[in-house]
């Protein structure tokens, strides 16, 4: 064994027989393993396998290091893409929110503006239902008044509302103004035949004389010599009393001036936002209530400031019970 290369514990080399000091072998010096040749060479060999082992290692270890890194980097631009599609989609569903609600304010705006067209409309028509009557009568009244032959003969009897048409009345009242503006004042009253009184003859007048202006150039007086022009007072034609009373003008009703000034305002402001309708009132002192009852509160507004304040008993306008009364005052006069 020690030939191999292999010292024997000395423990060992004490079992068997013993061996007497005189006879005991010299001890040989024993040489390192490494210095075997056989044994070197395995060294060398190892030691390449376990260099090339490491480079395997190393270029196992950077490839899988990479590998690494370009999934770390596709799940990175994975996730990047799935948040930015996230936040598109919130942008989009932000706009499509927008869209709907500006969409469902134009349609409260425009059912409100047409609830209130609708309320407008009823309250006119409640209050002009009897208009067109109350004018029909109103022309027959004026009519009366105008023709010249019903004037001075007393009380005219009551009539009531006509059947004809307002068309006919209308076509009526225009002939009467035709005829009246065709009267001249040039026109004179013409006498008819002189009857005979007995023997003695027609009277007749002589001729106008009209006086000649001379032909002669007159003289240049200086100023103090100029006699004074005397002012010619010139007649004064008077037009007859009928030529000037052809047509009476139509009596004002400022109520139904009124109640269209009220119709028209309202039309008006309808259409305006709210914002206006604020600044309006702050403009002209109307307290800010609800959209509706402010444009009616600025339309009454403006109709005190244009036609003065209405009483309270004439808040409701009845214009067939003032012509009758105003037929009645005629009558007895």
């Not at 598109?88 to 969409?103: F, H, N, P, V, W």
């Not at 407008?120 to 239902?129: E, I, M, S, W, Y």
């Not at 006086?211 to 022009?229: D, G, I, M, Q, V």
Request: glycine share 4%.
């Amino acid at each position: 064994m020690e030939a191999d290369g292999y010292r024997c514990p000395p423990e060992f080399a004490r079992r068997g027989r013993s061996i007497s000091p005189q006879r005991q072998r010299p001890a040989q010096a024993k040489r390192s393993p490494s210095e075997e040749p056989k044994t070197s060479s395995q060294i060398e060999d190892l030691g390449k396998t376990v260099e090339a082992m490491k480079e395997f290692v190393d270029l196992e270890m950077a490839r899988r290091e990479a590998k690494e890194m370009r999934k770390r980097e596709k799940e990175a631009a994975k996730k990047r893409e799935e948040e930015e599609r996230v936040a598109a989609e919130e942008i989009r569903a932000a706009e499509e929110l927008k869209r709907q609600r500006k969409l469902e304010k134009q349609r409260r705006r425009e059912a409100d503006r047409e609830a209130i067209t609708k309320v407008v409309d009823v309250q006119v028509a409640l209050r002009l239902k009897n208009i067109p009557e109350v004018l029909k009568n109103e022309v027959h009244h004026v009519v009366r008044e105008i023709i010249p032959d019903l004037k001075g003969k007393g009380k005219v009897g009551e009539e009531g509302p006509s059947t004809s048409s307002s068309a006919e009345v209308l076509n009526a009242i225009e002939d009467i103004t035709g005829e009246t503006e065709n009267l001249h004042i040039s026109e004179k009253c013409k006498r008819g035949e002189d009857t005979p009184v007995g023997d003695s003859p027609y009277v007749t007048t002589p001729a106008k004389r009209t006086t000649k202006w001379a032909t002669s150039r007159p003289l240049r007086l200086t100023e103090r010599l100029c006699a004074r022009n005397t002012q010619m007072k010139s007649a004064q034609v008077r037009m007859s009393r009928k030529a000037l009373t052809g047509m009476k003008a139509a009596l004002k009703d400022t109520k139904f001036e009124r109640l269209q000034f009220l119709d028209s305002e309202r039309r008006e402001l309808i259409n305006l936002h709210h914002n206006e309708i604020k600044a309006i009132c702050g403009r002209e002192g109307v307290v800010y209530k609800m959209k509706l009852q402010t444009i009616f509160d600025i339309a009454d507004r403006r109709a005190d400031v244009k036609f003065g304040m209405l009483a309270a008993e004439d808040a409701v306008v009845n214009l067939t019970s003032e012509f009758e009364e105003q037929a009645d005052d005629g009558n007895d006069n």
